[in-house]
T-cell receptor, first 115, second 110 residues
Framework: NAGVMQNPRHLVRRRGQEARLRCSPMKGHSHVYWYRQLPEEGLKFMVYLQKENIIDESGMPKERFSAEFPKEGPSILRIQQVVRGDSAAYFC?????????????FGSGTRLTVV | KNEVEQSPQNLTAQEGEFITINCSYSVGISALHWLQQHPGGGIVSLFMLSSGKKKHGRLIATINIQEKHSSLHITASHPRDSAVYICAVLEGTSGSRLTFGEGTQLTVNP
């Protein structure tokens, strides 16, 4: 059981490019959460997904950001036309129940740098 | 004012000292988490609490629901405990996401 796998660990993109961040939840977990940690700031919720459904995207920026969790394969956080302000660590967590009432498992994060 | 406040922001201790990190929150919650984050590393979930007290090794977490306050204690601290400790709450109404404190940077010197 490899836990929550995020890749890549580090991603460098030029302004205007697209960034794709992947998260494979823990085996048996069907709930995925994405969080962002801006430099020198705390973690902030972005989006909560179940397989093929977005449950809560109230933390997602209105433009350029999207997330999916298809029936097969990892969850993807996609950032189009990246800007310097998107540079941050993006963490994924998974749980086997909604609301994480039985706890969350976090991935190691993807550190995005926009140059 | 943040919904989740931690204190202190930074804490330096000598090896062997007893350490306390505090967390206060202003919203109704269904659970509270304590997380550990090492530099450049991922996040590890230490405890999830909805009442009372939990202990794991040298770590103890307590919560007082009436006072909306939780504490994380580390007994016999060690340099390997140096990390950022983060308090996060699962709000009772939204239910689906964690709201995080700003974290406490702990440094334990040998």
């Amino acid at each position: 059981n490899a836990g929550v796998m995020q890749n890549p660990r580090h991603l460098v993109r030029r302004r205007g490019q697209e960034a794709r961040l992947r998260c494979s939840p823990m085996k048996g977990h069907s709930h995925v959460y994405w969080y962002r940690q801006l430099p020198e700031e705390g973690l902030k919720f972005m989006v909560y997904l179940q397989k093929e459904n977005i449950i809560d995207e109230s933390g997602m920026p209105k433009e350029r950001f999207s997330a999916e969790f298809p029936k097969e394969g990892p969850s993807i956080l996609r950032i189009q036309q990246v800007v310097r302000g998107d540079s941050a660590a993006y963490f994924c967590a998974s749980s086997n129940q909604g609301q994480g009432l039985y706890g969350y498992t976090f991935g190691s994060g993807t550190r995005l740098t926009v140059v | 004012k943040n919904e989740v406040e931690q204190s202190p922001q930074n804490l330096t201790a000598q090896e062997g000292e007893f350490i306390t990190i505090n967390c206060s929150y202003s919203v109704g919650i269904s659970a509270l988490h304590w997380l550990q984050q090492h530099p450049g590393g991922g996040i590890v979930s230490l405890f999830m609490l909805s009442s009372g007290k939990k202990k794991h090794g040298r770590l103890i977490a307590t919560i007082n629901i009436q006072e909306k306050h939780s504490s994380l204690h580390i007994t016999a601290s060690h340099p390997r405990d140096s990390a950022v400790y983060i308090c996060a709450v699962l709000e009772g109404t939204s239910g689906s996401r964690l709201t995080f404190g700003e974290g406490t940077q702990l440094t334990v010197n040998p």
